[in-house]
């Protein structure tokens, strides 16, 4: 009789997969004593929502010096198959600043006001690999679009005030790759998720209208130092993202 002789490593991972427990699934597929389960995973029919700050956001959260301005990145997933899943994310942030005041010198109120609202959505899709593995991978794209408008007042007096504002428009594509693992018997997942981005700024100029003593003066700028009657501007922008997720599904 031959022996047979097993690594250290299939030992570990045999005495693993005998001894976790029959967890229960979200999806009502067949289950197989050769898939290592993590929890419950989501299959056809399933929703999810996923929150996923970035690596610069959660710098910016922690860190007491720096404006944190910005929402993390929230997805709602649906699963059309056991592989596939349609997303839509959203990102948004608003902010708002206004200082006003008086001096002797001056008739009338003096002061600045600013305020900037970024809205962008995120259409897509992911393919996830084979549901036996112990960690769910998968890989996917989204075109996302959007505005982010701007707009800061200037006042000094009564004959003086400025207004500075921009409305520009922007969409690209972002390619992805992730991974995931599931919590327990809980509907919750944490995972990492990698992703390049291309998009496009369009409406990228600044429009200055100055009103001094009854008369007003309208001009562009984009940041170069000139000033311009005219002036149609946009800017491309390459990118990477890497954010942290987690999930929680439903059905």
Request: net charge neutral; hydrophobic share 35%.
């Amino acid at each position: 009789m031959k022996k047979v002789i097993l690594s250290s490593a299939t030992m570990l991972v045999v005495l693993f997969a005998v001894s976790m427990p029959a967890w229960g699934q979200l999806s009502d597929g067949k289950t197989f004593s050769r898939t290592i389960k993590t929890g419950n995973r989501p299959g056809q029919g399933d929703w999810g929502i996923y929150i996923g700050p970035s690596v610069m956001q959660i710098i910016e959260m922690v860190d007491d010096d720096i404006n944190w301005r910005g929402m993390p990145l929230v997805n709602v997933k649906y699963y059309a198959t056991d592989h596939w899943e349609t997303r839509m994310g959203l990102q948004l942030y608003n902010t708002s600043t206004n200082m006003k005041g008086r001096v002797e010198e001056v008739v009338g109120k003096i002061g600045t006001g600013t305020r900037e609202t970024y809205v962008k959505l995120m259409p897509g899709f992911a393919y996830h690999f084979s549901p036996k593995n112990l960690l769910d991978v998968y890989m996917g794209a989204s075109m996302p679009f959007g505005f982010n408008a701007d707009k800061q007042v200037e006042m000094a007096g009564d004959d003086y005030k400025r207004v500075i504002s921009r409305n520009s428009f922007l969409w690209g594509f972002e390619a992805f790759i992730g991974l995931q693992c599931f919590i327990a018997d809980l509907p919750l997942s944490i995972g990492l998720e990698y992703g390049f981005t291309a998009f496009r700024k369009f409406g990228n100029k600044y429009r200055n209208v100055i009103t001094e003593n009854g008369e007003k003066q309208v001009y562009y700028t984009n940041g170069d130092g000139a000033l311009y009657e005219k002036l149609n501007s946009s800017t491309g922008e390459l990118g990477s993202d890497f954010r942290i997720t987690f999930t929680y599904y439903f059905r």
